[in-house]
């Protein structure tokens, strides 16, 4: 080689550029590590912030009202000038009380077993490990290529994702940094792209899962386990709105009232888990059916979110009405003031529906003074509400105080009325506070607009509302009405008749077949049935027909709120359920009746308690964490599956500079 190449100043000149490349690039990753690190740390706090303010903010709004209204009391007792010291100093003694709750309530986010500390670790903690699971991950979708060519022509799209790819793409590029977007590690050269995408997810969801089974650990980590009276009225998981009610005989609903409560322990984070459930099974959902759902069921997207809304409201109010033990004690409540039905009648539904009490039998005198003391509260003779004398309660009776008619028509009205002033108080703060918070310039450029739309879009929630109760209480008049009566009698009859047609065609061919002249029918309808009695009517049509009509009141809201509300109930529907526990005991042969234990099984009553407990606190942890971990990768990846106000808040923890796996370049 010739000196004049070696020392040409173009190589010197190329030399020294490769060297400055060198030492740019290393500067950058230096300079990319720290802005990782910091990254990871914006994260944490974004979500102990989120977390803080959804633990703080309810109790320090309950708190100041509470103290509003014991502040106002005191001034309402201070019209005399006897008492004007008193009041005066009882004054300044509950504005410090207030401000020391306000502060207890302050510092309590900040324990260490707090939603705050778990939301943090759950963010942040999955930005930390999305970076060591990948390289675990990229090597199980590289063993796993057979098998999923094998299950590919399943998928309606032959291996390509459809979805809305446009605001994917978009909020993608928003999320991934440049330098990753313009190239790719050596090792992956032989994956595909859908592999990538694959690896993306598969990345997030392990490590966003991984830290949140760490998060509800410390969040399990105390030493109270809260029961269901503890649960906040204004917790965004126990009622979806606030109930001011000042009505304490419509709200009451003390343990007296609720027969077969048990005080039993329940689990801390059993509310957020149903909540995250919920989500992550919708957002799943959503996915399946864009991708693998056959074209004939594209109906069940217009009409799924309302139906099943009336399922699971017809499931809440069954539990309303009957096992109210089942549901948090302040969602009863908030039930119980939007219905205004006095809690005398429930119990007296109740007893009904149990077999304990029935129109012209004698009863216990407890019993009879319920239903004297409805009668005289609204000014009736008490021989009308006696259960031994009557041979139905009368409508007026029913109706009570507020719709105080012999008409249901007029006591449907009036509650609906009732019920529509209640809810524009709950609604007209809900969507003026965010307008007035975010919405400013729109409020300033054309406040009259921005006025109607906060006016009509109230009064459309608050008509849902009032439509609910009313809905309710037409179903219950109309349930224990004569009509009704006599038409379930018809279709009783005719199913008699029908059930013995067709055991006598059945004895008919019995006899061709096997040559027998006689076969005996069954001798439950050579007996003469029960008729349907008025307190049948009352205490089992009634409620439950006031149940399933509640929920088409959904049609009322607006489309775009629907899934959301239906997402709300669905989790109070399942938590009224038992079946995790019936399940567990099921598999592992349990059962807490000594006497029904059999012989192999030598465990205790106390034992097995505790073995049904263990396995349901490490189910509902890995339930958690999963859930947790789908909303995380479906937020980061595919925004679009994701509704609700579950996606405003992950993105806010998320951030918009998550660090997902290097894209292959795209080839020109």
């Not at 006016?455 to 009704?484: K, Y």
């Not at 859930?627 to 479906?634: H, N, P």
Request: hydrophobic share 40%.
């Amino acid at each position: 080689m010739s000196p004049s190449v070696v020392g040409s100043p173009r190589r010197l000149i190329t030399t020294e550029s490769s060297i400055e490349l060198l030492n740019y690039v290393r500067r950058r990753r230096e300079t990319w590590n720290e802005r990782l690190l910091e990254l990871k740390v914006v994260a944490f706090m974004r979500a102990y912030l989120i977390g803080y303010g959804t633990e703080v903010v309810p109790l320090l709004i309950k708190r100041l009202v509470v103290g509003f209204i014991r502040l106002k009391n005191y001034n309402q007792s201070g019209t005399t000038r006897n008492s004007k010291n008193k009041v005066s100093s009882s004054l300044a003694t509950s504005s410090r009380t207030i401000l020391l709750e306000l502060f207890k309530e302050l510092r309590r986010g900040f324990r260490p077993n707090g939603l705050a500390i778990a939301s943090g670790v759950a963010m942040g903690g999955a930005r930390v490990l999305e970076g060591t699971v990948r390289p675990i991950v990229v090597s199980l979708v590289r063993s796993t290529r057979p098998i999923r060519k094998k299950f590919s022509k399943i998928n309606r799209t032959d291996g390509t994702v459809v979805s809305k790819t446009s605001e994917s793409d978009n909020i993608t590029q928003e999320l991934k940094p440049l330098s990753l977007l313009s190239r790719r590690d050596e090792k992956d050269e032989d994956l595909t792209d859908g592999e990538l995408r694959t690896i993306d997810r598969l990345s997030t969801f392990t490590a966003a899962s991984c830290s949140s089974m760490f998060s509800i650990m410390i969040l399990q980590r105390t030493t109270d386990r809260m029961r269901q009276t503890d649960q906040s009225t204004l917790h965004p998981t126990t009622t979806p709105y606030p109930t001011m009610s000042s009505d304490s005989e419509m709200i009451k609903a003390s343990s007296s009232s609720l027969p077969g409560v048990k005080n039993l322990s329940q689990s801390p984070t059993l509310d957020f888990t149903l909540f995250f459930l919920v989500r992550a099974s919708d957002t799943l959902i959503r996915v399946i059916y864009d991708n693998y759902a056959p074209d004939y069921l594209y109906f069940l997207r217009g009409c799924s979110e309302s139906i099943l809304f009336q399922l699971c409201c017809w499931r809440i109010m069954w539990c309303w009405f009957y096992r109210p033990e089942k549901l948090p004690i302040s969602y009863v409540r908030w039930i119980s003031a939007l219905s205004s039905m006095d809690q005398r009648l429930l119990q007296l539904i109740r007893l009904g529906r149990l077999g304990e009490i029935e129109y012209g039998r004698m009863t216990s005198v407890d019993v009879k003074s319920l239903g004297r003391s409805i009668a005289e509260r609204m000014g009736r003779d008490g021989d009308l509400g006696d259960i031994e004398l009557v041979e139905r309660f009368p409508c007026s009776l029913i109706h009570g105080k507020l719709g105080d008619s012999e008409s249901c028509s007029v006591n449907v009205l009036r509650r609906w009325k009732k019920a529509w002033r209640q809810a524009m108080g709950i609604y007209l703060p809900v969507f003026t506070v965010p307008t007035l918070l975010f919405n400013r310039s729109k409020l300033r450029d054309s406040p009259i607009k921005v006025l109607i739309r906060i006016l009509i879009s109230s009064s459309r929630s608050s008509l849902f509302l009032s439509s609910f109760v009313g809905l309710c209480w037409t179903g219950i008049c109309v349930g224990r009405s004569m009509r009704m009566k006599l038409f379930l009698e018809y279709l009783l009859n005719r199913e008699r008749k029908l059930r013995k047609t067709v055991l006598k065609l059945k004895r008919f061919f019995i006899s061709l077949i096997l040559r027998r002249d006689r076969v005996k029918i069954s001798s439950s309808f050579k007996t003469k049935v029960k008729g349907i009695t008025m307190m049948y009517m009352d205490t089992t049509v009634g409620p439950q027909l006031g149940s399933f009509l509640a929920g088409i009141s959904i049609l009322i809201e607006n489309s775009s709120r629907r899934g959301e509300m239906m997402l709300y109930v669905m989790m109070r529907a399942l938590c009224s359920f038992n079946w995790v526990d019936e399940i567990i005991k099921t598999l592992f042969k349990i059962d807490n009746n000594k006497n029904l234990k059999s012989e192999r099984n030598f465990r205790s009553v106390e034992e097995d308690e505790r073995v049904v407990g263990l396995i349901s606190v490490w189910l509902e942890r890995i339930v958690f964490s999963i859930s947790i971990g789908t909303i995380t990768s479906s937020v980061v990846h595919d925004p679009e599956y994701v509704r609700g106000i579950v996606k405003g808040i992950f993105k806010f923890a998320i951030g918009s500079d998550w660090k997902t796996s290097r894209k292959k370049k795209k080839k020109t």
